[in-house]
C-alpha cells in the first residue's frame, strides 16, 4: 500500500556513457543547488560518487577541486556556495556520523554531498536528494538515479533532460 510519502517522492532515471557525462549531470546538479541542498550518494566502490561530486564542485565554481584524500572524511572548499564532501565510508553507523558534527552542516547554507550515505540512512532531512549510481552494462555505463520530493526533482528536470532515460 502506498504511504503518504510515497506520493510526494518523484526519481529521476540518468544514464550516463562515461566519466565527462556524469561529471556533467554533477556540474547541473551544482549549478542548480539552493543553500543547504543535500545529495546522498549510493553505490558501490568506483561506481562514480566522487566523479559526481567533482561535478558538483565545478557547477558551484569552486576552484580546482581535487578528490580529497579517503581518509579525510569531510572536506570543505567554497565555490558560489560552500561545499561540503563528506565520505562516510569509514563510518559504523549514526551515531559516528553524527560524532563529524554533520548535523551544523546539514542545516547550514552550505551544500552537502554525502557519498556511503546509507552508513548513516536515517539522519538525513527529508528533502535530501538521494542518488544511485549503479553499474550498467559495459564498464563506462552507469545507471544514476534520483529520488526526492518532487517539488525538489522539479527544479532539476529540465537541466538534466538530455540524461534521462525514456
Ligand atoms: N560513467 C561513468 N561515470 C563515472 N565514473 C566512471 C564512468 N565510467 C567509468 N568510470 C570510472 O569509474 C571510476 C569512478 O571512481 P570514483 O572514485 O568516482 O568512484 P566512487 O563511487 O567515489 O568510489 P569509492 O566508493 O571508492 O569512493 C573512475 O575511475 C572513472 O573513470
Ligand atoms: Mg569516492
Redesign the pocket.
Known amino acids: 500500500m502506498a504511504s503518504p510519502s510515497d506520493t510526494l517522492t518523484e526519481t529521476l532515471y540518468l544514464a550516463?556513457?562515461?566519466?565527462e557525462?556524469?561529471q556533467e549531470i554533477g556540474k547541473v546538479l551544482g549549478r542548480e543547488s539552493r543553500p543547504g541542498a543535500i545529495y546522498l550518494l549510493t553505490?558501490e566502490?568506483?561506481?562514480?560518487?566522487?566523479?559526481l561530486t567533482q561535478g558538483i564542485a565545478q557547477g558551484l565554481e569552486v576552484p580546482g577541486y581535487v578528490r580529497s584524500p579517503t581518509f579525510v572524511m569531510v572536506t570543505r572548499s567554497i565555490g558560489k556556495l560552500t561545499l561540503h564532501h563528506i565520505d562516510l565510508?569509514r563510518v559504523e553507523d549514526s551515531f559516528e556520523a553524527l560524532d563529524l558534527g554533520l548535523e551544523e552542516l546539514m542545516y547550514g547554507d552550505g551544500v552537502c554531498v554525502v557519498?556511503w550515505a546509507e552508513r548513516a540512512a536515517d539522519i538525513f532531512p527529508e528533502e535530501s536528494v538521494s542518488i544511485s549510481?549503479d553499474y550498467g552494462g559495459s564498464?563506462?555505463?552507469?545507471s544514476i538515479n534520483l529520488t526526492a520530493p518532487a517539488g525538489v526533482i522539479a527544479n532539476f528536470r529540465d537541466a538534466l533532460e538530455e540524461y534521462i532515460v525514456a
Do not use: F, H, W
Request: aromatic share 4%.
Open positions: 550516463s556513457s562515461g566519466p557525462v556524469t553505490g566502490l568506483g561506481a562514480g560518487k566522487t566523479c565510508y557519498e549510481i564498464e563506462t555505463e552507469r
